[in-house]
């Protein structure tokens, strides 16, 4: 039987070994086949302070993107958990409402908004809670908001799924042994949703780490990994130094959640040592 | 059964400093035009355990969640120890509830669950650990302090909800259908700790089920609702023996209950004779009018079968139509001759008790006090 369980492993393989696995093979084959030695695009990736600088900026962004998505994200799938029948059904279309737009279109419409001459610099400015237009545009603020506003839906789902699995009762006996409503949330709801809210921030950051168009509108002088690689592969033709740019991310975010990972186990043992006081 | 009985009077003691009182007053819930809960009003004295029973449908968790504060009622009063809880929140009423699913934290540990109370109203922490043993050992649960709930058994996780509600030392002990998700043999035996458990504590004790054995072995007195009114409260033996409905009737055990067509008048020993439909004739004792449109009801256990059944003040032939042997019982339906009336009888089976057969002609009979007058 057990063997035999590896089996249901078969379709995931067959998506992921010719769209996933090949395709990263080829990449990681081509990142040590440069001119200049086996290795010297990982040396230059590190390195270089160019490069390096990108890299931060990358995952600064995508860190920020992912913090500020939570913070809006879970209270909206709190109130979407509460809303019943219709209302919850017209609350998920509101959120997937700006979907039926492109990115590029989206991104394009943050460029006028967040503009120095844009509608919400000339209501700040008019209201007179500003003396100078705000430079939304050319430090990453800009950016960070239109990316935010794009990533919240894909937290959202999952927290809401997460909160929506909750057992009603769970609450409710957190309330009848005396929490009030702030600890109920703390003791049970946000501890219970904790495994949604990692999904969801997974998602959040893996895909804002690979930001490509809403950057090159929004980002002003502040670059990001993706456009560096396009500019490596497509204008310069360095696909060794495009290559390895890629798979150090990849480790990059490998690591990230294997640490992650280990804090939560880690926690978890905490946990569970902790309840021994009473044994 | 010796062993019950001075574990009460051990307890009898430390009942005196236990629950609280409740009364509620015109108690009732509305759903737009629904009326889960008509106004309704009990008294539940102190150290009482009082079982709400009924079909499902029938008000009696609304009920306790008015009780336990997540469900607000449409008016009406529950005082408890004198203060009317209703306007208190949830969190403040001080109450023990204990839920069907048991409703414990899944990420925390046993000893935390239990400990959860006691950590809210800012008890130190060695307090705490010392009545988290405390309470773990009067479930018999020690062992399993830093268990998963997960990691325990349905029996198991029913003992540290028993726990986790009664380490504060709440006012009334609220239980909705606790033993609803085990299977038989763990159901009898939770009964027993329940009991146990209640004694201990001396609470007053709110119990839901739509189990009326369960409520007749556990409860001092019993109310059984129907469409979301209280149809008859008293001690099992008062519902069994004295129902007042055909509900009630047949709620509780079994019955034979048949319409009465004309009564006489009541006679000076207190008895009147009937017609019932079918025209079989009748004599009982009642304190009430037995009129038409009423019914009279008799306990399967009360009608005598065999010889014996001649001398008695109502006495017939009947045709066994059914007979089966069931541990404990011989369960008959006996059809009374030229009546058409199908009643069902019970006997105990002793070393010389003859069984009779299908299709075999009996003498059927009950005395004067053993047929009760249902007023509905």
Known sequence: ?279 | MLQMVSRSATTAESRAAGGAAVSIHNLCKRYNNFEAVVPTSVEIASGDFFAIIGPSGSGKSTLLGMIAGYIDPSAGRIVVDGRDIVPEPIYRRNIGMVFQNYALFPHLSVAQNVAYPLKIRGVAKDEIAKRVRESLAMVRLEAFASRMPSELSGGQQQRIALARASIYQPSILLMDEPLGALDKNLRDEMQEEIKRFQQELGATVIYVTHDQQEAAFLADRIAIMRDGAMTQIGSPRSLYEQPKSRFVAEFLGEASIFPIKTASARQADQTCRITLEGGTEAVIRTGEDGGPGRFACIRPERITIGPKARGLANSFTGVVRESLYTPGSIRYRVELKDAGCLLKVRALPQHNTEVFETGSSVDIGWSVDDMTILAE
């Open chain 1, 1 to 279: 039987m057990k063997q035999r369980s590896f089996l249901l492993y078969l379709p995931v393989a067959l998506l992921l070994t010719p769209f996933f696995l090949a395709p990263m093979a080829v990449i990681g084959t081509e990142s040590f086949s440069g001119q200049h030695g086996i290795g010297a695009e990982y040396v230059k990736v590190v390195t270089d302070q160019g490069i390096r600088t990108v890299l931060y900026n990358t995952f600064y962004v995508a860190a920020m993107v992912t913090i500020l998505s939570l913070l809006i994200g879970y209270p909206i799938a709190y109130v979407l958990a509460r809303l019943r029948g219709r209302w919850a059904t017209i609350g998920i279309f509101l959120i997937f409402l700006p979907f039926w737009a492109s990115t590029v279109i989206r991104s394009f419409a943050w460029m006028i908004l967040l503009g120095r001459k844009g509608p919400v610099n000339s209501i700040l400015l008019g209201i007179g809670l500003i003396e100078d237009p705000i430079r939304f545009i050319d430090n990453g603020l800009g950016l960070m908001i239109a990316m935010t506003y794009i990533m919240v839906p894909f937290i959202v789902v999952p927290i809401l799924n997460g909160l929506r699995a909750i057992d009603p009762n769970l609450p409710r006996a957190a309330a009848v042994l005396g929490a009030n409503p702030w600890r109920q949330f703390l003791a049970v709801t946000l501890p219970l949703s904790m495994p949604n809210v990692a999904v969801g921030c997974t998602i959040v950051f893996v895909t804002s780490l690979g930001f490509f168009v809403t950057p090159s509108l929004l980002g002003g002088d502040l670059t990001v990994v993706s456009m560096l690689i396009s500019e490596q592969a497509n204008r310069l033709l360095d696909w060794p130094l495009a290559s390895a740019l890629a798979i150090i991310v990849l480790l990059l975010t490998i690591v990230i959640f294997a640490l992650l990972r280990l804090s939560q186990l880690a926690s978890r043992r905490r946990g569970k040592a902790r309840s021994g006081v009473f044994a």
